[in-house]
């Protein structure tokens, strides 16, 4: 079944509330809150950042924040609930450095490295996004040297080493760190 087609569905709007409420609790901020992940990534004031499945953008504002007003965050949802919960909290916080995007992680329509690094925080391991066509589109859209970050890391380290497109930078915050290939 397609994301969209479950996302419409009564069982698929059931799904997506539940997660989008966990997403936004107060436990999640107090514990795990974007900026203390974010820190944990490779971004920095002035780079062009993707942010994979931004869903309810809770690490849209702050990422964008760091990136400050020289730089670009692309946040992409294949859903349109998630764009659009995005766009108000883009729009209430006044940022200009963001551009909202419905769009596939695995087929972009980005142009080829494009991105000083890319966000890849609470969509991986999901079944809709297959690693052998995930890693090889990030690749794509990252410049030479640019980063991807990982989180929750899970299993998933071994699996973008084998696919030979990346290497290991570090681990910080819980945070795992790529560098392109």
């Known amino acids: ?11 698929g709007q059931l799904f997506i509330r539940v997660i989008a409420a966990a997403m936004e609790s107060r436990f999640r ?24 499945g931004s869903g309810t953008g809770y690490f849209t504002v702050t990422a964008a924040q760091l990136i400050g007003d020289q730089g670009c965050l692309v946040a992409m949802d294949v859903l349109a609930m998630s764009i659009e919960a995005v766009s108000r909290k883009v729009e209430a916080a006044k940022l ?28 991986i391991p999901a079944p809709m ?18 980063t991807m970050a990982v989180w929750p890391p899970i299993w998933i380290r071994q699996s ?6 990346f290497t290991y930078a570090c681990k910080r915050n819980g945070v795992f760190n790529f560098r392109r290939s």
């Not at 820190?39 to 004031?45: C, E, L, R, S, T």
């Not at 996004?129 to 990252?142: A, G, K, Q, S, Y």
């Open 160 to 165: 973008i080493l084998r696919s030979g497109l």
């Open 96 to 123: 200009k450095n963001v551009r909202v995007v419905k769009g596939d992680a695995m087929n972009t329509m980005l142009d080829a490295a494009s991105m000083d690094a890319v966000l890849l925080f609470g969509v």
């Open 1 to 11: 079944m397609k994301v969209e087609a479950f996302a419409n569905s009564k069982i």
């Open 29 to 52: 901020y107090r514990f795990f809150g974007p900026m203390q992940i974010l820190q944990g990534a490779d971004i920095h004031p002035g780079q062009t950042v993707l942010e994979v």
């Open 129 to 146: 996004l297959p690693l052998n066509r995930l890693l090889p589109e990030m690749h794509r859209v990252l410049k030479p040297g640019g």
